[in-house]
């Protein structure tokens, strides 16, 4: 059964910084790319990053560009997105996505939980 | 970057009717070179994450429920729930994996007339 469990959101102030996790398991973890999407409260939903299966391709939004980046560890089933320069616009759930091919041009079709990160003084 | 449109915004359909959606993209996300449409559908319930219905337009994913299909190419493109049921009730997003960044519309709300 795949599984994806995300953690380390939280609340954050303003520039602050926060690392989130995302422990995949029931897959081989190498052979998917994997995603991030975000949530706003009441919103839609936003594609942030993507990473490949082997982690040599990686996305990030232009709204995240060089303050979140996407990365992953293999050898542990894990994914990560690190987030500095936090902005109160950078409040969301964020979700783990696995796609459906070792590449992004595919479907996620399973997703996290979420965790919520809330950036607020 | 690709705008995805989704119409209406919102339904209210009575049980055992027909509820369709209809999602539009500013430009196709028909890959020539294998013929698909890399156009995805997915149902979000409160408190949930999103759930993969429909994938390359309209390949269902395992395990939906048969009254769910996906239709179109190109640009524009449908999801129909052919006989609404209490537990469909929810909100569907379109979203294209064509180019990136990978972008959604904006959602449709789904609920019982």
């Known amino acids: 059964e795949v599984q994806l469990v995300e953690s380390g959101g939280g609340l954050v102030q303003p520039g602050g910084s926060l690392r989130l996790s995302c422990a995949a398991s029931?897959?081989?973890?190498?052979?998917?790319?994997m995603s991030w999407v975000r949530q706003a409260p009441g919103k839609g939903l936003e594609w942030v990053s993507g990473?490949?299966?082997?982690?040599?391709?990686?996305y990030h939004a232009d709204s995240v560009k060089g303050r979140l980046t996407i990365s992953r560890d293999n050898s542990k089933n894990t994914l990560y997105l690190q987030m500095n320069s936090l902005r109160a616009e950078d409040t969301a759930v964020y979700y783990c996505?696995?796609?459906?091919?070792?590449?992004?041009?595919?479907?996620?079709?399973?997703w996290g939980q979420g965790t919520l990160v809330t950036v607020s003084s | 970057d690709i705008v995805m449109t989704q119409s209406p915004d919102s339904l209210a359909v009575s049980l055992g009717e027909r509820a369709t959606i209809n999602c539009k993209s500013s430009?196709?996300?028909?890959?020539?070179?294998?013929?698909?449409?890399?156009l995805a559908w997915y149902q979000q319930k409160p408190g949930q994450p999103p759930k993969l219905l429909i994938y390359?337009?309209?390949t269902r994913e395992s395990g939906v429920p048969d009254r769910f299909s996906g239709s179109g190419s190109g640009t524009d493109f449908a999801l129909t729930i052919s006989s609404l049921q209490a537990e469909d009730v929810a909100v569907y997003y379109c979203?294209?994996?064509?180019?990136?960044?990978?972008?959604f519309g904006p959602g449709t709300k789904v609920d019982i007339k």
């Open positions: 996505a696995k796609h459906g091919g070792i590449s992004y041009y595919h479907p996620t079709d399973y």
């Open positions: 029931g897959f081989t973890f190498s052979n998917y790319a």
């Open positions: 990473i490949g299966g082997s982690g040599d391709s990686t």
């Open positions: 430009q196709s996300v028909l890959y020539s070179s294998n013929n698909k449409n890399y």
């Open positions: 390359w337009a309209s």
């Open positions: 979203q294209q994996y064509y180019s990136t960044p990978f972008t």
